[in-house]
């Protein structure tokens, strides 16, 4: 249900299980929190985690990161996409995120990626299956980033 943990400021990590969609303004302003991990959560719907103090997230399942999901989280720094069948990336969707040094992207087929998904790529890495990245570097929307697009094995955790 949309804005369901809206201006939740108690909220630091949290787990989520046996949702398949994590719905508009969800996490929309919920300042304390930290990580997720949405393990069968297949959509981030526009706007989701807009405003959160949000880390780190971890999707397993997702197959589509709406508008603006993740819209002025600027403690964000590490986004785990790891579903194979990556679908798409929307625009604005890491707005504000300043602080984003670790995207990583288990699909070998790169996702459609809308314009200006981001605004700020100074501390960025793109970590994408070894096998793709050149597939990535000269995708559309992609090739604007390719000298931030890395192979999976440079990636350190």
């Known amino acids: 249900e949309n804005f369901c943990f809206d201006n939740c400021w108690s909220l630091k990590h949290i787990n989520i299980e046996n949702v398949t969609s994590i719905s508009e303004y969800c996490f929309r302003n919920c300042y304390l929190l930290e990580d997720v991990i949405a393990t069968s959560a297949t959509s981030v719907l526009g706007s989701a985690f807009q405003n959160s103090g949000l880390i ?29 069948n990556l679908i798409s990336i929307s625009s604005y969707a890491f707005k504000g995120c300043s ?25 960025l890495n793109i970590y994408v299956p070894d096998s793709s990245v050149e597939t990535y570097k000269t995708a559309t929307n992609w090739s604007q980033y390719q000298s931030i697009i890395k192979p999976m094995s440079e990636c350190v955790e």
């Open 99 to 123: 602080n984003l040094s670790k995207l990583v992207i288990n699909a070998t087929t790169p996702p459609k990626l809308s314009n200006s998904v981001f605004d700020s790529t100074d501390k």
């Open 56 to 84: 780190t997230i971890s999707l397993p399942a997702a197959t589509a990161i709406g508008p603006q999901a993740f819209t002025g989280c600027k403690r964000l720094t590490s986004v785990y996409l790891l579903s194979d």
